[in-house]
């Protein structure tokens, strides 16, 4: 059964960083292309970022420049380096696992997401 854990949010002042990570279970985690995506209340779900299983990346337009996705395969690990935060940020961050299959088509896991606070 494929489990994501995020950690690694929190309370962060203007301007500081913080580096989330997403470990998985139960997958062949190499296989897979990860992904961050955050929700702030109100709001929709949200792409942050992209890592293949190749390592190619994408970043959202909003967090270009102070984000950075990277994924370790022998941790089975994603992680979410976030620099120069800002108020705006402040959201519940969701790793996403998801691989595209001949039978069953695009399967997609998602964590239970972690929180992270931009506040003075």
């Known amino acids: 059964q494929a489990q994501l854990a995020e950690s690694g949010g929190g309370l962060v002042q203007p301007g500081g960083s913080l580096r989330l990570s997403c470990a998985a279970s139960g997958i062949i985690f190499r296989n897979y292309a990860m992904g961050w995506y955050r929700q702030a209340p109100g709001k929709q779900r949200e792409l942050v970022a992209t890592i293949t299983s190749g390592g190619a990346t994408t970043y959202a337009d909003s967090v270009r420049g102070r984000v950075t996705i990277s994924r370790d395969n022998a941790k089975n690990t994603v992680y979410l380096q976030i620099d120069i935060l800002k108020p705006e940020d402040t959201a519940v961050y969701y790793c996403?696992?998801?691989?595209?299959?001949?039978?069953?088509?695009?399967?997609?896991?998602w964590g239970p997401g972690t929180q992270v606070t931009v506040s003075s």
């Open positions: 996403n696992a998801r691989i595209r299959t001949v039978l069953s088509g695009t399967l997609d896991y």
